[in-house]
T-cell receptor, first 114, second 113 residues
Framework: DAGITQSPRHKVTETGTPVTLRCHQT?????MYWYRQDPGHGLRLIHY???????DKGEVSDGYSVSRSKTEDFLLTLESATSSQTSVYFC?????????????FGPGTRLLVL | SQQGEEDPQALSIQEGENATMNCSYK?????LQWYRQNSGRGLVHLIL?????REKHSGRLRVTLDTSKKSSSLLITASRAADTASYFC?????????????FGAGTILRVKS
């Protein structure tokens, strides 16, 4: 596996509480991504980062915020968790190579919002 | 909205048989990629085909791309029980900043031994 870790790996929380998920990479890749995976939807992009302090929204960004203060860390925050945010969250990293790029994924975080 | 749609949603075959999965997409792309996900794990990149390529091989994998039909297929030859996984196509759109990928819903492949 590429040097990507996610923490925590599992979390159970209650509706209305804040939750922060961490993605850490040791590959020094410029691009980092947060996805959520739900049955029947594949992976959907929440937010991504193209450098330190440079982030942008993805397809399903409502209710989520991100921060990247260091190249190696990308944080995903649910300000006030809702049951609809119960999902598996994956972090990915990538580096620009010519016109193409592949992404390398972390092991995922299972989040249950009660 | 999802870019890639995969067909079939699920596929069950015997070990040694070939498995074919199809992917359709909607807009112009730079490249199309296939990923595999074993149960409970993250996705692993399998193969990438660029928009100016028609066919690509990697070991037992063969990918085709038809940009006129906006479709791709992934063929796994001589399947093994270890190929049991979910397979996702992902497209990288032309003129898309951030190298973002848009994933399909995936095909669940089960290879019976």
């Amino acid at each position: 596996d590429a040097g990507i870790t996610q923490s925590p790996r599992h979390k159970v929380t209650e509706t209305g509480t804040p939750v922060t998920l961490r993605c850490h990479q040791t590959e020094n890749h410029r691009y980092m991504y947060w996805y959520r995976q739900d049955p029947g939807h594949g992976l959907r992009l929440i937010h991504y980062s193209y450098g330190v302090k440079d982030t942008d929204k993805g397809e399903v960004s409502d209710g989520y915020s991100v921060s990247r203060s260091k190249t190696e860390d990308f944080l995903l925050t649910l300000e006030s968790a809702t049951s609809s945010q119960t999902s598996v969250y994956f972090c990915a990293i990538g580096e620009r190579g010519g016109k193409a790029e592949t992404q390398y994924f972390g092991p995922g975080t299972r989040l249950l919002v009660l | 909205s999802q870019q890639g749609e995969e067909d079939p949603q699920a596929l069950s075959i015997q070990e040694g048989e070939n498995a074919t999965m199809n992917c359709s997409y909607k807009t112009s792309i730079n490249n199309l990629q296939w990923y595999r996900q074993n149960s409970g794990r993250g996705l692993v990149h399998l193969i990438l085909i660029r928009s100016n390529e028609r066919e690509k091989h990697s070991g037992r994998l063969r990918v085709t791309l038809d940009t006129s039909k906006k479709s791709s297929s992934l063929l796994i030859t001589a399947s093994r029980a270890a190929d049991t996984a979910s397979y996702f196509c992902a497209t990288q759109a032309a003129l898309e900043y951030g190298n973002k990928l848009v994933f399909g819903a995936g095909t669940i492949l089960r290879v019976k031994s």
